[in-house]
């Protein structure tokens, strides 16, 4: 089953090219939406989400909500 996972912090339009490098070997991503008028990301797949937070961990974007 697919779920959604949040990410904020985004600050321009390259922010979900950079979110994608960094998710490029995390299994289970399927898809990366952009919302530049909320500034936030949606990761869609199966992925797992400590893999994700590891993923991004080095980088100014934060996990806000899983559904």
Do not use: Y
């Not at 399927?30 to 008028?37: A, G, H, L, T, V």
């Not at 400590?50 to 996990?63: G, N, Y």
Request: proline fraction near 3%.
């Amino acid at each position: 089953m697919a779920k959604k996972i949040l990410v904020e912090g985004l600050r321009c339009e390259k922010c979900p090219v950079h979110i994608a490098q960094k998710l490029s070997d995390v299994a289970g991503v399927e898809k990366i939406e952009k919302n530049m008028d909320d500034m936030t990301a949606t990761i869609i797949g199966d992925a797992d989400i400590d893999e994700v937070r590891t993923a991004l961990s080095s980088t100014p974007f934060k996990i806000e909500a899983v559904d």
